[in-house]
T-cell receptor
């Protein structure tokens, strides 16, 4: 069975640009979460979506937005990129919302120049 | 604030020796607790989890962890380390839908 898949795996952007990251959850999972992992730190929670509704948002500016589609895949959008947005963006899915057992993808490595 | 702390940034251990990674949590109620491993350039793999019940939890790859409420700890152990265990290890906790991660412990295995 396919795990959580993310695309693209690597990308380079310049300051001020916009980026869209994509995630497909494990088949049957209805919840998708996004985390940001800056080099040398633990992942930080950005968003969780369950059944296409936003359940929670971490301490990130409004430049960060996300959505979940009817097939439960998800997009993370970041506008007006800053150098500090350079990070590994991890998507995770879970079958039952609230248990905290997340299955992570390999991540999208974003470099902002 | 709800949080998870990993006191050790980096641990070096000889192959075949035992390993223990520390994790402390600060939550109002007992949280769900997890240990994840991350190899360079890769995502997170779940090693084990604690929800309730037996305080000694067995995981994959020969790892186990012990939940101690009196010490607010959830330490990870492995009796005999293999070179392939070199990686970064994260402790995480939650009592709702979002995980709070520790800063991670990097494990180096020497021959």
């Amino acid at each position: 069975d396919a795990g959580v898949t993310q695309s693209p795996t690597h990308l380079i952007k310049t300051r001020g640009q916009h980026v869209t990251l994509r995630c497909s959850p494990i088949s049957g999972h209805k919840s998708v979460s996004w985390y940001q992992q800056v080099l040398g730190q633990g992942p930080q929670f950005i968003f969780q979506y369950y059944e296409k509704e936003e359940r929670g948002r971490g301490n990130f500016p409004d430049r960060f937005s996300a959505r979940q589609f009817p097939n439960y895949s998800s997009e993370l959008n970041v506008n007006a990129l800053l150098l500090g947005d350079s990070a590994l963006y991890l998507c995770a899915s879970s079958g039952v919302s609230g248990t905290g057992e997340l299955f992570f993808g390999e991540g999208s490595r974003l470099t902002v120049l | 604030a709800q949080s998870v702390t990993q006191p050790d940034i980096h641990i070096t251990v000889s192959e075949g020796a035992s390993l223990e990674l520390r994790c402390n949590y600060s939550y109002g109620a007992t949280p769900y607790l997890f240990w994840y491993v991350q190899s360079p350039g890769q995502g997170l793999q779940l090693l084990l989890k604690y929800f309730s019940g037996d305080t000694l939890v067995q995981g994959i790859k020969g790892f186990e962890a012990e939940f101690k409420r009196s010490q607010s700890s959830f330490n990870l152990r492995k009796p005999s380390v293999h070179w392939s265990d070199a990686a970064e290890y994260f402790c995480a906790g939650t009592n709702d839908y979002k995980l709070s991660f520790g800063a991670g412990t990097t494990v180096t295995v020497r021959a």
